[in-house]
């Protein structure tokens, strides 16, 4: 019913916008007071209402006052990824932790932020915050279907002061499909192995007051692990994404806009936390127990955004923003076993020597007694909704300036109603044995709310230019758990706490241009991110520098930069993602120190020849040294008992990568290769105990594409081409492979 609804009110939209397409061609017509045809440029459109960019272009990136990355659409259908870990891995500062090899749900760290489930940098998608619950249960369970996003930004340092309410590490913004200027869309197919396939089609439209976009993207596999006994471990996701503008003519005295969105995905995969041991990893990396046939997660994701823009004057713009976004999720995963006592997964896995009886049963395949698995439906709904304005006001004449006022307040929750069935396995199938009453394993809602504000304030004279800001975050954490023999939440066995922050955020970044091939930029800013509902428990502080260059010499252009983060409080959280018990309560790690290069290196090395040809190269490095400044003890799984001097886990001290492409007008040809160095699993120094250890990587993809003509392209992608089996995680229970050797062909018509 959904789907239908939603397809006829897009076809009413389509036909009412044709009915008044012979207006409007290949450009836009605009039409004076003398009513003389004048002809605008498209982009112009895009520039005053279109966009949901902060940055919007590389040319912006490089007149940044703090570290920056922009990847463009022409980057992001190079390769034709799907998976987020692929298109940001050649951002320098940025560290991805793998899982199930397709990037349902990343791990992202932005220069040493812990990766469980991105929970520790702001993420957004036009503009607007995008985690389920970014406030009180900030771990991002969902994660933006990347196939349809049309660009994507990074940023870090001092650039990204106004993003919050993580400001540590950085904030990445996905901007969805834009509403086009004329008459458009595309559809493409591809097809792989694993009986992968992804199909896309799009189709928009624009008057002079009036424009639309509307998208379908599915994408699906039967998975590449192999089920002991057989089985799908695959996944299906489709995502639909619809938009809607009203605008004054651009010639009006005070020109206004208003946009509508609306996006819903929803998704059913057979994803697991049960990885292998070290022994059977090395027999077959690609094996999934049979204990794990029944886990599987279904979600579905809304998202509700009325954009409004008002142009008073030629340097005055104001853009408010009502948003809402609603994600329900069940995971129903395998938690523990029991034969003699109840253990956990990750324990099991990793030491099943001290675990003989349990690991069998997982393993063997053989009959086991009733209720010796526990499968728990970790069933969770997430609300995110709020408004914000930004006005921005431009002047001076000998000097430019540009002030940002922006002020936000935003409501977000997180209700967890879960429970525990008891499987069996018999006839090598799991069986479920004993159904749980719905609500006895975790029956509580955590939410927050929260008000912030920003003034940033952008002063270039000749080659100088400065961005002193600050923001002010205002944020009530509450939580109401009523226990787990309360299923009907009558209040019986309820227990509350709640606990009130309000911080400060200052920063200042400058940017100085030596000469039209060398600009100096730098910055230092106050890093942040909440604490937890415990009242008294404090939110993660430190104080970040950076400083770098931007430069052009020998045809070679590339970015080189430092930085130095200063943690007085470190903060972990207890995530079933990372081995943990799931809790998400927030525990102190003290001080902890984080420091790191970064380098970008674009070079032709046709530049200087006659060729019609071009052969760009593409090399980043990010190396990242970790430490904590101070001792403690704790009982998550990845950090453990803490000596000062241990590096902090999951975090690669090397990365890099290289990407060549030979381009002509008709075809381009690319590799790209990537570097991971070990890394260690629990904290610690010195030689990396195996048992703790993620073996260093590197892995080639390549792609291929041909024009046939203006409106057909071949295409073909090939992931991981020597097939190299890699580990990429001892987190949640047991190591994970990265993925096999995967291709797809495809086609795509643009019109």
Do not use: C
Request: hydrophobic share 35%; proline share 4%.
């Amino acid at each position: 019913m959904f789907r239908s609804t939603f397809f006829i009110i897009l076809g009413l939209i389509s036909w009412s916008v044709f009915s008044q397409q012979s207006y409007y061609q290949d450009s836009i017509i605009f039409v004076t007071q003398d009513t003389v045809p004048v002809e605008k440029e498209p982009e112009i459109l895009n520039e005053i209402i279109l966009s949901h960019n902060i940055l919007g272009s590389k040319f912006e990136v490089k007149n940044r006052t703090g570290s920056a990355y922009f990847i463009s659409p022409q980057e992001l259908q190079q390769f034709g990824y799907t998976d987020i870990n692929k298109i940001i891995r050649a951002v320098p500062g940025v560290t991805i932790v793998e899982e199930d090899g397709f990037g349902l749900r990343p791990n992202i760290s932005i220069r040493g932020t812990s990766p469980e489930r991105s929970a520790k940098i702001t993420l957004m998608e036009d503009g607007v915050l995008i985690a389920p619950a970014p406030y009180s249960a900030s771990a991002a369970y969902y994660f933006p279907t990347v196939g349809r996003i049309e660009n994507v930004e990074v940023l870090k340092g001092s650039s990204q002061i106004q993003y919050g309410p993580f400001t540590t590490g950085g904030a990445v913004n996905m901007v969805s499909k834009e509403i086009p200027n004329d008459f458009s869309g595309d559809v493409r197919f591809n097809a792989g192995n694993y009986d992968s396939r992804s199909t896309e089609a799009t189709v928009g439209h624009s008057t002079e007051n009036f424009g639309f976009v509307t998208q379908y993207f599915n994408y699906n596999s039967d998975g590449f692990k192999d089920l002991d006994g057989g089985g799908n471990t695959g996944f299906d996701k489709s995502d639909y994404l619809g938009k809607v503008r009203l605008n004054s003519d651009l010639d009006a005295r005070v020109f206004q806009s208003l946009s509508l969105k609306f996006q819903y995905s929803e998704e059913s995969s057979k994803e697991t936390y049960l990885g292998l041991t070290q022994d059977d990893f090395e027999d077959a990396p690609y094996r999934r127990y049979l204990a794990s046939a029944a886990d599987r997660m279904d979600t579905q994701h809304k998202q509700f955004q009325l954009d409004h823009l008002i142009k008073p004057s030629d340097n005055l713009k104001i853009r408010t923003t009502a948003y809402k976004n609603t994600f329900d999720r069940n995971w129903y995963k395998l938690d523990y076993v029991t034969v003699t006592e109840k253990v956990k997964i990750a324990n099991i896995l990793q030491d099943p020597e001290l675990y003989p009886d349990e690991y069998r049963a997982i393993e063997s395949m053989e009959d086991t007694a009733d209720d010796v698995f526990g499968v728990k439906a970790n069933n969770r709904s997430y609300e995110s909704k709020g408004i914000q304005s930004i006005a921005n006001i431009t002047f001076g004449e000998r000097a430019f300036n540009d002030l940002e006022i922006g002020i936000r307040y935003h409501e977000d929750y997180e209700d967890r109603f879960q429970w525990v069935d008891g499987y069996a396995i018999q006839n090598e199938e799991m069986i479920r044995t004993t159904v749980a009453r719905k609500g006895s394993d975790a029956n509580r809602i955590s939410s927050a709310s929260a008000l912030a504000a920003h003034v940033l304030y952008k002063w270039t004279l000749n080659d100088l230019t400065l961005t002193p800001g600050l923001r002010y975050e205002n944020m009530t954490l509450k939580r109401k758990d009523y226990g787990k023999n309360d299923s009907d939440r009558t209040g019986v066995d309820l227990s509350t706490r709640e606990n009130k922050v309000d911080v400060w955020i200052p920063g200042i970044g400058v940017n100085y241009k030596v000469s039209a091939d060398v600009t100096l930029f730098g910055g230092v800013h106050k890093g942040f991110a909440p604490p937890g509902s415990q009242e008294g428990s404090d939110p993660e502080n430190s104080v970040n520098y950076e400083l770098g260059t931007r430069f052009t010499a020998f045809g070679i252009t590339g970015e080189f930069v430092g930085y130095y983060n200063d943690y007085t409080n470190l903060l972990g959280s207890d995530l079933a993602a990372s081995g943990g018990t799931g809790s998400l309560d927030l525990f102190n790690a003290g001080a902890a120190t984080v420091r790191g290069i970064e380098l970008l290196l674009n070079y032709d090395l046709l530049r200087n020849s006659d060729s019609e040809l071009r052969f760009p190269l593409t090399f980043s490095y990010t190396l990242t040294d970790t430490r904590f400044d101070s001792d403690f003890d704790s009982d998550d799984s990845i950090f453990g008992e803490v000596m000062k001097g241990d590096e902090i886990p999951y975090i690669p001290r090397n990365q890099f990568n290289m990407t060549a492409a030979l381009e002509g007008d008709r075809f381009n040809v690319s590799l790209s290769g990537r570097y991971t160095s070990a890394f260690r699993t629990q904290a610690g120094t010195g030689d990396i105990p195996p048992e703790y250890k993620v073996r260093s990587n590197f892995i080639v993809d390549a792609a291929a594409r041909y024009f046939y003509t203006k409106r057909i392209t071949f295409s073909l992608n090939v992931m991981n081409m020597f097939n190299t089996a890699y580990e990429v995680s001892r987190t949640p229970a047991g190591l994970r492979p990265g993925a096999p050797f995967m291709f797809n062909a495809g086609v795509g018509y643009r019109f």
